[in-house]
């Protein structure tokens, strides 16, 4: 079992950035790839970021490649998300997401944080 928690988001202006965090409970972090996502209004949920378990492959969106940045610290079960340049666009709440190295879906959830980016 993975608990998630989400902090860092807040009321920007476009072009500003933001660091969101997840720490994650549970001895097994290190063996779970993390996600980030986002839902904005009206739209469905869709996938931001994600890093393998190694930290060795990190994988992102084509909306936010270049952006974004994701990165894990093992030691401090911790996953980040670096977002530069916002825009109103990204303006959505962000969920992080775990699973287990060996699964195709994640199932765990932390509850999200809000972004919002005006113009």
């Known amino acids: 079992q993975v608990q998630l928690v989400e902090s860092g988001g807040g009321l920007v202006q476009a072009g500003d950035s933001l660091r969101l965090s997840c720490a994650a409970s549970?001895?097994?972090?290190?063996?779970?790839?993390m996600a980030w996502f986002r839902q904005a209004p009206g739209k469905e949920r869709e996938f931001v970021a994600a890093?393998?378990?190694?930290?060795?492959?990190?994988y992102y969106a084509d909306s936010v490649k270049g952006r974004f940045t994701i990165s894990r610290d093992n030691a401090k079960n911790t996953v980040s998300l670096q977002m530069n340049s916002l825009k109103p666009e990204d303006t959505a709440v962000y969920y992080c997401?775990?699973?287990?190295?060996?699964?195709?879906?994640?199932?765990?959830w932390g509850q999200g944080t809000q972004v919002s980016v005006s113009s």
């Open positions: 549970g001895r097994t972090f290190r063996s779970y790839d």
């Open positions: 890093i393998k378990w190694t930290g060795s492959s990190t």
């Open positions: 997401a775990a699973k287990p190295y060996d699964r195709r879906e994640y199932y765990y």
